[in-house]
Structures are given as structure tokens and as C-alpha cells.
């Protein structure tokens, strides 16, 4: 029964109704439960093994304007409210290996499947986003970025660890296209050429920076 109790929950928490794609203030739709729900599933046939699967498939957008409607898979948001100095996490995900287990171990899998070869949109497998206010307030930037600290990608391990390589390509993992003949492994061309030539493209712990001059050139700055 405690099962039954669990799925009934997911099922509640995934048809509750909430619109946008900020859940924002409005937090009474899944609050309904003063705790966490664990469940904890030991499978042991061949298969794929799920925690949890779910898909949301769209036959039909009614006539919407194109681009303008959202189909998530999922959204989890966890939100300190003021007063509540502490730390959030939208999502945490560990792939282990325990002792005597040599599996291959991927934290999380963030995939891209497009199957029209003529579909010219962005297909973006990770997408690292800031914000600094609900998406109906998209329009309206606030005086401040709040962007102190922000990072889009931190590599980090635990002490007397860490990992052999930060980046790595394997053999098949950039290939041309029909926009651009030859694959980019780091690109700055959407930025306008002033905004390059005013960040730092890397830092190093002497104080020291690769820059770009301009017209293909780079060069050094250091503040020591």
C-alpha cells in the first residue's frame, strides 16, 4: 500500500495544474505532502531499470503560434524564500559504482534527438541558464544582473581526487553541417566583436589572461 500511496502522489504532483514555465510564488499545486517521498526499487531482470520514467508527447498544438509553446519532459524547481539562507539544488543526480562493481558511470544525460534532417532550429544537448527573475518578467531587467559568482559550468571533486580530463571530445563528436563546413570546438561568434575583446577567453591563478585583440589575434593581460 505505501507503493500505491507513492505512485499516487507522482501521479497527483504530474497532472497538477501549472502554468508557465516558472512555477514562481504559486506552490500550492504540490503542496500536499509535508515531506520528502523516497522509494527505493532493487530491480534485478535484464532490463532497462527505472526509478521513474516519464514522457509527455504533443499530437497537437491547436494552431499555436510556431515556437511558442513549451512540451517538458520535467521541471523541478527547489526555491529558498527570503529569510531561508541555505543551499538549493533544482536537480541532483549520482550515477555509483560501489565496491567490486566496474560500471560505467554517466551523472546525467542530457540528449538531443532530431530526426528531420531539414530542420534548421537549434538542438542544444546541455543548456546552462541564468535568470534573475520569472520568465513573465522577461522584458523588464532589473538595475542589478545578480549575476555575482554565477558560474554556467563548475568542475570540481573531492579532496585527494578529481577528475583525469575537465573536457574531452571523443572520435565522433563534431561533424559538419549544412551551415558550417568546418565543426567549432568553443564558439564566440554570436557575441559582436567588442563584447569578445572585453571578457577574458581564459584566466590562469597568477593573475594572468588570454585575450582577444581583434581580427583573429589574441594576446595576454595580467593584473599581477
Known sequence: MKHLARIA??????????????????MTAATVYAGPVLSTWNPAEKEIGYAFAG???RFTDRGAKPWSVLTVGAQINAINHPGVN?????????AWADVGSFSMLTGIEATAINREPDNPWRKISMWSTFKNRPDTEYFA???D?????????????QPGTGFERGIVFAQIS????????RPVAIDFAEMDEAAVEGIDVMRFPDG???VYLGHGML??????
Open 9 to 26: 502522489f507522482a501521479l497527483l504532483l504530474a497532472t497538477a495544474p501549472v502554468h508557465g514555465t516558472d512555477l514562481g510564488a504559486d
Open 55 to 57: 514522457q509527455v508527447e
Open 86 to 94: 541555505q543551499i538549493a539544488f533544482g536537480i541532483a543526480t549520482e
Open 141 to 143: 531587467p532589473p538595475t
Open 145 to 157: 544582473p545578480a549575476n555575482m559568482n554565477a558560474q554556467a559550468l563548475r568542475i570540481e571533486s
Open 174 to 181: 563534431l561533424h559538419v553541417s549544412r551551415n558550417v563546413a
Open 208 to 210: 594572468c589572461s588570454v
Open 219 to 224: 594576446g595576454t593581460r595580467c593584473d599581477k
